[in-house]
């Protein structure tokens, strides 16, 4: 069983930055790919970013490409999500999740954290 617990959300103004964190326990993350979603209200469940267990391969979501950037550090059991740029359209619950094995975009995630709600102001 993985346990993660998101932090670092807030309300920020648009063009400044946050950073996500996905602290797990449980188990190694390292045996496990990360992956960002969101959820804006009144809209479905979006993927964000995801990351390999190695760190060695990462992907973005279009919508942040060239914003966001998803890292790790296994060492501290912990995935990061660093959103620069903000928009209002970035307002959403962000959730972690967790997998064994390859990451995807898909919401086949076997473990999800309970979100932490960014607002971003115009």
């Known amino acids: 069983q993985v346990h993660l617990v998101e932090s670092g959300g807030g309300l920020v103004q648009a063009g400044d930055s946050l950073r996500l964190s996905c602290a797990a326990s449980g188990r190694t993350l390292s045996n496990y790919a990360v992956a960002w979603f969101r959820q804006a209200p009144g809209k479905e469940r979006e993927f964000v970013a995801y990351?390999?267990?190695?760190?060695?391969?990462?992907y973005l979501g279009n919508s942040v490409k060239g914003r966001f950037t998803i890292s790790r550090d296994n060492a501290k059991n912990t995935a990061y999500l660093q959103m620069n740029s903000l928009k209002p359209t970035d307002t959403a619950v962000y959730y972690c999740?967790?997998?064994?094995?390859?990451?995807?975009?898909?919401?086949?995630?076997?473990?999800w954290g309970q979100g932490t709600q960014v607002t971003v102001s115009s």
């Open positions: 999740a967790a997998r064994p094995g390859g990451p995807t975009t898909t919401e086949s995630y076997n473990y």
């Open positions: 990351i390999s267990g190695s760190g060695g391969i990462t």
